[in-house]
């Protein structure tokens, strides 16, 4: 059976263990922290709670010793850059950010505003840290994946439920730092798999539904879903469209295969939320981002809805069953 996820911390002697909440911040003492995502508030609800328990659990209360500037992109990246120079404004002890796109916004808007990565995709890669171990400048945080080479496993995934699969459509957005590196690993992935690759881009909501009307039209075996904010934040709209079109798909996060996609592989996203509160606290204790080091993962769930198997006619094999961290039922 796969583990349970779990993160392995680079720093030496547990530097990114959670200190007591006795360990208190100064007395009257108020903090501004800022959190920015590209998707709405009801869609990442469950991640920006997460963030502020685990701040909870470290002794930081709203309202009383912390205030929250939460700032939405509602789906339009687009609005990024505005918001992250409004938040800039506002001048927050530290930023929270989810997902590539908005780390790039906000990375244009400061360099020393401190930075905390809830989530991030090859950060080396995207130009946003020096390195892991010490990502240097004003940003540090978690990556949910450190090297583009895994997204080539949720195709080998794919094609082991479905081995009669010759043909896979990528669902991918090319805007975010990273995405088109994502894409040559999945194609790379694909020959490798003597799989026929068709890369399908969407750039916005709106592109959703013609994206999988150009799968079926090119009769495309199953899909491979991109991690990207756009397609996260419309993840229920992802799932429902894929089972319209008779398509099996895997996902990055465990939020599509609860949302009624097929199967997803990746780290949990809101646990890496709480754990971003470890290096928020840190920080605002006088830690320097750029020393603290990037914490990535080592255990990927596997999630599999037998419910969406069933309506797609699909047998998943007992052997990716059986390793399977959660079957939904």
């Known amino acids: 059976m796969m583990e349970r996820r779990t993160f392995l911390t680079m720093a030496a002697g547990g ?33 920006t709670k997460a963030l502020s328990e685990g701040l909870r659990e470290l002794g930081y209360v ?13 789906g339009r990246q687009e609005r990024l ?11 927050v002890d530290v930023l929270v950010t989810g997902s590539n796109p908005v780390i790039a916004a906000v990375k244009q808007a400061t360099a020393t505003i401190p930075v905390v990565m809830a989530v991030s995709r090859d950060p080396v890669g995207a130009k946003f ?24 496993k949720n195709l080998a995934l794919l094609k082991e439920a479905i081995p009669r699969a010759s043909r896979v459509a990528f669902l991918w957005n090319p805007v975010p730092p990273g995405a088109q590196t994502s894409k040559n690993v999945v194609e790379s992935a694909a020959r490798n798999l003597g799989v026929v690759f068709q890369p399908v881009e969407v750039r916005g909501r709106n592109e959703l539904e013609g994206a999988f009307a150009a799968m079926v039209r090119e009769r ?5 879903v991109a991690q990207d904010p756009v397609i996260f ?16 798909a895997v996902y990055g996060v465990r939020e599509f295969a609860e949302a009624g996609g097929l199967m997803s592989y990746g780290p949990n996203i809101a646990d890496q939320f709480r754990r971003a ?53």
Do not use: C, M
């Not at 709203?62 to 509602?74: H, K, P």
């Open 81 to 91: 850059p505005a918001l992250a120079a409004e938040l800039v404004r506002l001048k």
């Open 62 to 74: 709203e309202g009383r010793n912390v205030v929250f500037e939460r700032r939405f992109a509602e």
């Open 129 to 152: 840290i020096a390195s892991l171990a010490r990502p240097g400048g004003n940003i540090t945080g978690l990556a949910n994946d450190t090297a583009p080479e895994i997204i080539g």
């Open 277 to 329: 509160a470890i290096y928020v606290d840190k920080i605002l204790k006088g830690a320097k981002p750029g020393d603290l080091p990037i914490e990535q993962p080592t255990k990927f769930e596997l999630v599999i809805n037998l419910k969406t198997a069933k309506a797609l006619g699909l047998t998943i094999p007992p052997s990716l069953l059986q390793r399977a961290d959660q079957v939904i039922e």
């Open 233 to 248: 934040g419309s993840r229920s709209q992802v799932a429902l469209l894929a089972a319209r079109s008779r398509l099996p």
């Open 15 to 47: 530097l990114l263990a959670a200190p007591l909440a006795a360990e208190s911040q100064p007395a009257g003492k108020v903090y501004r922290i800022g959190v920015i995502v590209t998707a709405t508030p009801n869609e990442t609800e469950h991640l």
């Open 220 to 224: 495309a075996n199953g899909v491979v």
